[in-house]
């Protein structure tokens, strides 16, 4: 079975902090995504990248950035939080499209900014 | 751009009931259509898919079928368990190299014994 894992289930940050979210998938998958989910608006991408080093934002990209300097490993960074950024994020990989068109979703993490 | 509509929740039913979700897209070509789940505390679990015009997807009871003509692909369930309780969400591959998606903004479903 695809295994993604993310390194926190839970997380309490001050405003203004610098925050780090890892994100694991342990099958060799080339894309991975970092989503962060809100009631009512449904799961929206904030980046992903289809390859070692390569990225692309997504839809809401602002206030964040990544790293990706390892296959299995993609890292979300929040350079300075906000209340704003308080959520549940979610990570997720998926082979190339010739392979499996679905993506494979960790647990999630649920940051709070106070 | 491409888009999901999905009925807004929450759904709430006794066991045994018949369940559908409403799920409808805008898209250009031949998108992949999803349903995935996701039970309390818990990320997203892929349901079921459907890659084709006329295609149903089907898993642990749940049915949805792609319509081409009337851009749907909605979910059914012939009879509902409480541990049906969940929020779903419709899904569309967007074209291109990655896998993309773009999802609804889910529905929780309570089901009540």
Redesign the interface.
């Known amino acids: 079975d695809v295994k993604?894992t993310q390194s926190s289930r839970y997380l309490v940050k001050r405003t203004g902090e610098k925050v780090f979210l890892e994100c694991v998938q342990d099958m060799d998958h080339e894309?991975m995504?970092w989503y962060r989910q809100d009631p009512?608006?449904?799961?929206r991408?904030i980046y992903?990248s289809?390859d070692v080093k390569m990225k692309?934002k997504g839809d809401i990209p602002e206030g964040y950035s990544v790293s990706r300097e390892k296959k299995e490993r993609f890292s979300l960074i929040l350079e300075s939080a906000s209340t704003n950024q308080t959520s549940m994020y979610?990570c997720?990989s998926?082979?190339?499209?010739g392979q499996?068109?679905?993506?494979?979703?960790?647990?999630?993490t649920r940051l709070t900014v106070t | 751009g491409d888009s999901v509509t999905q009925m807004e929740g929450p759904v709430t039913l006794s066991e045994e009931a018949f369940l559908t979700i409403n799920c409808t897209y805008t898209a250009t070509g031949y998108p992949s259509l999803f349903w995935y789940v996701q039970y309390p505390g818990e990320g997203l679990q892929l349901l079921l898919k459907a890659t084709k015009a006329d295609d149903k997807g089907s898993n642990k009871g749940f049915e949805a079928t792609y319509r081409k003509e009337t851009t749907s692909f909605h979910l059914e369930k012939g009879s509902v368990q409480v541990s049906d309780s969940a929020v779903y969400f419709c899904a569309l591959r967007h074209g291109g190299a990655t896998n993309k998606l773009i999802f609804g903004t889910g529905t929780l479903l309570a089901v009540q014994p």
């Open positions: 993604v894309n995504f009512g608006l449904g799961l991408l992903f289809y692309e979610l997720a998926s082979p190339p499209p499996a068109y679905e993506q494979y979703f960790g647990p999630g």
